[in-house]
């Protein structure tokens, strides 16, 4: 018997209702960074993040074709993708808004392969890519993680397009 918390009626999928049904999943907060040849901070907030293989240990994300981060991630080229803790979401707005600086006031070291590490993250995972393969609007970048860190803390979580945490604050 189907249930009235089943998942509704089946409409076409147009643009609006495409997001809207996508904001439907919960995902956490990254911020993926990456350095250019002169040695400048890039990064931009990213939710698309997917791990895909243990062995060898691939992850993703799927960035905006427009995006002009992407000219960074050709193959070999390193990037880190930050995962934020619950009191960062000022982070996650910042690296998804147009400012001079996103850097500017944040906190970060370059992590073993160069690319910007942001304090206070719950984790990080740094990477090499390893292939960027065009996908409609977006061009999902897959990555082999070198090196990984953890850190304890709750993470920023994203769910029906606002920022949640996992337990109410107290
Ligand atoms: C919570 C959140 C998640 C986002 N996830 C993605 C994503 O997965 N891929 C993407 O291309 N843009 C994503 N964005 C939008 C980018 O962060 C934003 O378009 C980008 O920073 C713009 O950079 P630009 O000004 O350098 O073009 C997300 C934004 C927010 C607020």
């Given at each position: 018997m189907s249930s009235q918390k089943a998942s509704g009626a089946a409409e076409p999928a147009d643009a609006a209702l495409f997001r809207r049904v996508c904001s439907r999943f919960a995902t956490g907060v990254t911020v993926v960074t990456t350095r250019s040849a002169d040695g400048n901070p890039h990064g931009l907030t990213v939710n698309s993040f997917t791990s895909v293989s243990l062995d060898p240990p691939l992850v993703l994300v799927s960035i905006d074709a427009r995006n002009q981060v992407l000219e960074r991630f050709a193959e070999g080229a390193s990037l880190a993708i930050n995962v934020l803790a619950e009191d960062q979401q000022e982070i996650s707005t910042r690296f998804a808004a147009t400012v001079d600086?996103?850097?500017?006031g944040v906190r970060w070291a370059p992590g073993l392969l160069g690319e910007p590490v942001l304090d206070g993250c719950i984790a990080c995972f740094e990477c090499l890519v390893d292939k960027a393969v065009e996908a409609g609007d977006h061009i999902i970048v897959i990555a082999v993680v070198k090196n990984m860190r953890l850190a304890d803390g709750e993470p920023l979580v994203f769910f029906d397009s606002a920022y949640r945490r996992l337990r109410s604050p107290d």
């Open positions: 600086d996103r850097f500017g």
